[in-house]
């Protein structure tokens, strides 16, 4: 592998933990890099969902797709710890504000280091030159300072999907300035909203010591970085298209006028504020007499990580929320609350947008959260629903025509449902259409180019200066 570095339009190298598998590309991410790896020869390598008895340094190809993926194997005990352990038992409850739910074990930070370490081993041997690094979200933090004591000077970029911690936040994790040093390896550093990009600032400058030698460009130990918000949107134009054929999919009696709907689609995870959600419901349910059998709420919550006690915790207490809702005021002709606790398709989550007329986006905490983008895309625009969105999602400062409410505040919430529930029609096409508006210009197409545009002018700076 030749490290001197380029700034060649070579090939792009996406790195992430998860790695597509599908012969066809899906879900947001992929879409969004489908095209630019399939023209540059590009590829994406990431782990295989399969572990191995001995760590290997190779990669095996996934055949089929478009595009080359590569996959390296971890063991059972490295994906305990790196994934499991550190990097969603440490990172995201941190990222999240929920530091008072981080397990931090020695041994997993250990792990997660190594890991690392490996991973930039396996990626230096596949380099070229020319080639454009990406590294995708928290998993693979220290990838690129790995990368760079082998000598690597290729273009780095970094795009995280979660939330950025404040500096205080950082300061709760041992070690956890050292994420300030990871950071400063990259040449462009992407986060998803302008807040995240102001608690990135006070702890590059706050607990790292590094100099903003102008906004958004920082300098450390020799090294500078760029660092700017790039929100990621999702493909609009496609997604609405789906929704508009899902919808007429739909099984009969889903909606059944004048009877309204109301939706939530959500992981099953402690960030996403769901027993809020079923609290301000019940509250809204406890005000609103006359609203009894003419609204309902469907909830679709996967699991996620399950055996993980913050999360075992988090589903026992939306189970009983909902069955307490449900007892409290269901009758034989009508549920409340719809609690679904298995992953739904795609397709059939585009139609229940589409015939929602209320969609629930109320995180407690969230990097984006594109729900509320796909929600908003879905609606038929003569007669659309209404986003509910938290202001702690990052989607909150591209969308302010949504109701904007705060997730802690059951009642502002059961408040906002009612006018959700009673707006003019005229008022939902005024807002839905100013929404579709930003949503067409910043798609996931935009994202990627913005981003990848941006990659190259920083290592341009970076290698001429």
Known sequence: MDGSGGLGRGRLICLSNRIPTGAEPSGGLVVALADVLERSGGIWIGAAPETTDQ???DLTEIEGGAFRRLAFRL???EQEGYYAGFSNSVLWPVFHDRADLMEFRREDHETY????????RIVAKVLRREDRIWIHDYHLLPLAA????????????FFLHTPFPTALALQSMPQGNEICG???????????????CVHARGALTRLAGAEELEEGLYALDGRRMRLAAFPIGIDTADFTRLAGQAFDRLPPGIVKPPRQLMIGVDRLDYSKGLPNRFRAFRHFLDLQEDWHR????????????????????IREELEGLAGKVNGAFADITWTPIRYIHRPVPRETLAGLYRASHIALVTPLMDGMNLVAKEFVAAQDPEDPGVLILSRFAGAAEQMPEALIVNPHDEGEIAAQILTALTMPRSERRRRHAALME?????????????????????SAARVGR
Do not use: C
């Open 55 to 57: 760590p290997e340094d």
């Open 75 to 77: 063991t059972a005990a």
């Open 113 to 120: 280091r190594a890991v690392n370490r490996r991973i930039a």
């Open 146 to 157: 790995e990368l760079r004591r082998l000598g690597v000077e290729n273009p780095i970029g």
């Open 182 to 196: 990871w950071l400063m390896a990259h040449d462009l550093v992407g986060l998803q909203a302008q807040r995240d």
């Open 294 to 313: 003419r609204v309902s709420l469907l909830q679709i919550a996967p699991p996620t990580r399950e055996g993980v006690k913050a999360y075992d915790d």
């Open 438 to 458: 930003g949503l067409g210009a910043q798609d996931v197409h935009w994202w990627s180019d913005a981003f990848l545009t941006a990659l190259t002018g920083a």
